[in-house]
Nanobody, 130 residues
Framework: QGQLVESGGGSVQPGGSLKLSCATS????????VGWFRQVPGKEREGVSC????????YYADSVRGRFTISRDNAKSMIYLQMTSLKPEDTAVYFC???????????????????????WGQGTQVTVSS
């Protein structure tokens, strides 16, 4: 059974930075596309940034493009999300997902998250506030 564990969340002021990490185990994550999603209470979970298995293809939501950078270290079975110039509207619980069926980064991030079939982490809280 695959397992994902996110870390790196916290509270920062607007304009600050955080780096989220997602450690994977129990399966060979390098074979699959992965993504970072976020959810605010009362709203649907949304795709923030996704990356293909090779790392050659990435997707960023319009709201984070130019501020967030997704990366993966397949040798360490790790996925990262570097977040800079954080805004209050980035406040959310952030989840990583390794998908077993969707290989395209764009598709992974834009499909309804309820239709995904993969492994999810427990989430890490990011709070941006002055």
């Amino acid at each position: 059974q695959g397992q994902l564990v996110e870390s790196g969340g916290g509270s920062v002021q607007p304009g600050g930075s955080l780096k989220l990490s997602c450690a994977t185990s129990g399966f060979v994550s390098e074979h699959f596309a992965v993504g970072w999603f976020r959810q605010v209470p009362g709203k649907e979970r949304e795709g923030v940034s996704c990356i293909s298995s090779s790392g050659e293809s990435t997707y960023y939501a319009d709201s984070v493009r130019g501020r967030f950078t997704i990366s993966r270290d397949n040798a360490k079975s790790m996925i990262y999300l570097q977040m800079t110039s954080l805004k209050p509207e980035d406040t959310a619980v952030y989840f990583c997902e390794v998908d077993l069926f969707v290989a395209n980064a764009d598709t992974l991030c834009t499909i309804n998250w309820r239709d995904l079939n993969g492994f999810w982490g427990q989430g890490t809280q990011v709070t941006v506030s002055s």
